[in-house]
């Protein structure tokens, strides 16, 4: 393959040849243990594959030769052989070390953002209440994320940023990073949870200095100023309803939202539903209390997450939905 | 004449081996299914597993086709899922757990102590049909709607999947006993079926390996069966242990997971470096260089091994303190292997080194096992790893560590012990040229991977950004090369099968005792007491061409040179 063609491949993001962007100055911290290791690994690669090289080459069976002798034992090599390599692994052990006690000790300021992760979206909820599929941040403060899960284990990854942490379903677990780059940069799912894992995609979106509050205020105002209907098309793309649930006619992992309203469908349990307003309000905050026939229960319940106007909204969407 | 003119000498003398082996002393079907000749045993398992491995392989094909393109290629999401789970769960638990042990060390641990058979016959045939029994539940569970957890089965994701968890479970905890069968008969043989001369630092360390693995095996495989059972018993009774919606704690399934399947990373890679510990001596012509240090790490390592499974958990949201201590400890084993590469290189040095296709394969052993031990500093080294873990960076890491390490180990000592085991040679021109592909298409299919992950390419992605597709595109290339490769090593044994040279006792000049019984050996191994000897005093083998194989050196021949006579 051509070098020059992967160069180009990997500066596309404005990353180097090993890694993408470096948006917080920890990155950076990251990258420089990185290449430290890199170089030294890259040393004793050379030596041991180059001492092999030339042991084959000098030591090879021919005509004429004849083997030499050798110990088959050497104290004094044995013991420089183990202790400089090791003196090296504490370097490298202490530099993590270092290193990862800053990625997990946050600041005593910190901007608080919660995280709730479910199959197969994000939902970023601002100090006022706010909440968004995508993570909006403002540049050059500390931000900490208080991340749990509905479902399934899930993990949080920002490449740009070198740092990832697991979601759990029934318990909290944070992660903190200040960003110094204004910009967009992927965030995504690590920790494998099913069909959609690697669908499972979001950005940061980090605000130039004074932007991010305006932003917030602009963005927690939408509902209310939009028309019913089209505020529901907003929250369905970015609540992750999109995931599961199609526009058109197509089933997904849940059933389509188009030409429904209105209809009896089928239940697993062998009865029928009328899809009316009780019931697409009851499916979204208890999804397990009526199961459609032919669909696993795998609808995660937005109790909690989806106010009652939203719901309102997102009602009123799937029934202009024709 | 040395071994590598003899090839040259293609006469290839198609004529079945006149001396009753164990082989064709008896015939039918019983009499290999009710086999309790610990060779036959042997010959069983390397055709299973070598089945599960193409099984394995045929899905790492898939998959890889799969990645050709960034969105769908070939398969949907569900199937990709469902692919990638039992490419890994084939492959860890039907294919390289039990590899070396099952196979090779069920072949020449007997015939290395100068021993008829292993201690327990009938047991080591239960633990045949245990893998089998085990390999059906799995096979089972791919037919039955699959298993699509990944070969993890991380909860609480397990126990709420609609796939086949319970069936493939089943399956993976019968797997689980024949390993612990296999490793409890090997300590129990070499304790009590060593000859009274062979002490324990006068074994080939080889068997020092198998030791150290059946340590792991019966002490380390209980708890996946104790795990599995506890999930089982959640998916079936919904008892409530890991998963929250019960009451129960999904971090402690991981726990539970890595504290066996990290010891099995060295069930997998310990009995491959024993592989390797030979064939480099036997074809520098040298002893091990540090023999007791070898002997010694092999044990190190198992008992560390428990240590570290931790490491696998630094973004599980296990405490600060805990990632540290996991992290040192992870540093602490990694000494003992890393010197073993020296000690192997210390061994070539002034030793007269022969190029035959066994010493290929270890050669790129430690080429690709180097790479793969030097990537997992990066991973042990907490800050690094928060970025690289769960991307391609460990999914090329462990690929080095088990296939080029673990795989390329198997393989050499297939060409190795081939000889010995069907009294054939193979062509010298065609193993190495197999060995060349194996090798250059391995770094070709993985190389890329570390760089996808250093970048931020998560593991276990159906789609993945379009910036991506070159290095994948590579990798896919170099899958296919990689099993274009080893179809060429696999057709050069089978040929040798039928048109092979026949074998001499010692076609290597190794010292070790399953070289002084014919090739194949006889059903019980020994017409007589095998001598007593190092089995590192190359020195006391000649080449005799009248034999086209080595022989015992008599006692005038020795004192000519320390040389190499056969040069
Ligand atoms: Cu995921
Ligand atoms: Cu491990």
Known sequence: MDPKTMMAVSETDGGSFWFPTAGTQIAKEVDGLFYFILALSTFFFLLIVGLMLVFVVIYRRRPGYARKFAPDHNSTLEVVWSVIPAILLILIFFQGFTGFLDMRTPPAETYEIKVVAKKWSWAFQYPNGYIEGELHVPVDRAVKLTMTSDDVIHSLYIPSFRIKMDLVPGRYSSMWFQANQVGDFPLLCAEYCGTKHSDMLSRVIVHPSGEFEKWLEQASNLMSTLPPPEAGKLLYNRRGCAQCHSMDATARTGPSFSGTFGTSQPLADGTTVLIDENYIRESILEPMAKVRAGYRPVMPSYKGQLKDLEIDAIIEFIKSLK | ?567
């Open chain 2, 1 to 567: 004449m040395s071994v590598l003119q003899m090839e040259t000498e293609s006469a290839a003398v198609n004529e079945r081996p006149s001396a009753e082996n164990y082989l064709n002393c008896s015939h039918g079907f019983w009499s290999w299914a009710a086999t309790r000749d610990h060779k036959r045993i042997a010959i069983m398992y390397l055709i299973s597993v070598l089945g599960a491995f193409l099984l394995g392989g045929i899905f790492a094909i898939l998959i890889r086709m799969e990645l050709w393109t960034p969105q769908r290629t070939i398969m949907d999401h569900d199937t990709y899922n469902h692919t990638f789970t039992l490419h890994g769960a084939v492959m860890t638990f039907l294919f390289i757990i039990p590899s070396i042990p099952a196979a090779w060390g069920n072949f020449v641990l007997p015939v290395m102590l100068g021993a008829k058979d292993v201690a327990f016959p009938k047991m080591n045939l239960a633990s045949y049909y245990l893998w089998v029994g085990g390999a059906l539940f799995l096979l089972a569970a791919i037919v039955l709607g699959g298993l699509d957890t990944g070969w993890t089965f991380y909860t609480p994701y397990s126990t709420t999947t609609n796939s086949s968890v319970i069936t493939a479970s089943i399956g993976v905890f019968i797997l689980g006993f024949s390993s612990i069968f296999t490793g409890l008969n090997f300590i129990v043989t070499m304790h009590t079926m060593r000859p009274v001369w062979m002490t324990w630092f006068r074994m080939p360390l080889f068997l020092w390996s198998l030791y150290a693995t059946s340590i792991i095996q019966v002490l380390a495989t209980p708890v996946l069966g104790i795990t599995l059972t506890l999930l089982v018993a959640e998916r079936a009774l919904g008892i409530g242990i890991f998963d929250p919606k019960l009451g129960g704690d999904p971090v402690l399934f991981q726990h539970f997971f890595w504290f066996y399947s990290h010891p099995a990373v060295y069930i997998m890679i310990l009995p491959a470096m024993g592989i390797i510990s030979e064939i480099i001596s036997v074809f520098s012509r040298k002893p091990i260089f540090g023999y007791r240090f070898v002997a010694y790490s092999s044990i190190a390592i198992a008992l560390l091994g428990f240590l570290v499974w931790g490491h696998h958990m630094f973004t599980s949201g296990q405490s600060r303190i805990s990632a540290i201590v996991f992290s040192a400890l992870t540093f602490s084993v990694s000494i003992p292997s890393g010197i073993k590469v020296f000690n192997w290189l210390a061994t070539m040095y002034r030793g007269s080194i022969i190029l035959t296709t066994p010493m290929c394969y270890a050669l790129s052993f430690i080429f690709l096992f180097t790479i793969g031990g030097l990537t997992g500093l990066f991973l042990g080294a907490l800050a690094t790893d928060i970025h690289l873990h769960d991307t391609y960076f460990v999914v090329a890491h462990f690929h080095y560590v088990m296939m080029g390490g673990t795989l390329v180990s198997f393989i050499a000592g297939l060409f190795y012990w081939w000889p010995k085991m069907t009294g054939r040679m193979y062509s010298e021109f065609w193993g190495r040229l197999g060995c060349f592909g194996v090798f250059a298409a391995f770094n070709l299919t993985f190389f890329p991977q570390f760089i996808l992950g250093a970048r931020g390419m998560p593991r276990r992605y159906y789609n993945y950004p379009p910036e991506f597709q070159l290095y994948h595109q590579i990798s896919t290339v170099g899958a296919f090369l990689l099993g274009a490769s080893l179809f060429v090593a696999a057709f050069t044994l089978i040929h040798s099968l039928f048109r092979g040279r026949k074998a001499p006792a010692n076609p290597w000049g190794a010292a070790s005792l399953e070289w002084q019984t014919s090739s194949p050996p006889p059903l019980h191994n020994f017409e007589s007491d095998p001598c007593a000897g190092d089995p590192y005093d190359l020195d006391s083998q000649i080449y005799d061409p009248d034999l086209s194989g080595y022989r015992f050196r008599v006692e005038s021949e020795r004192l000519h040179s320390t040389n190499d006579s056969a040069i």
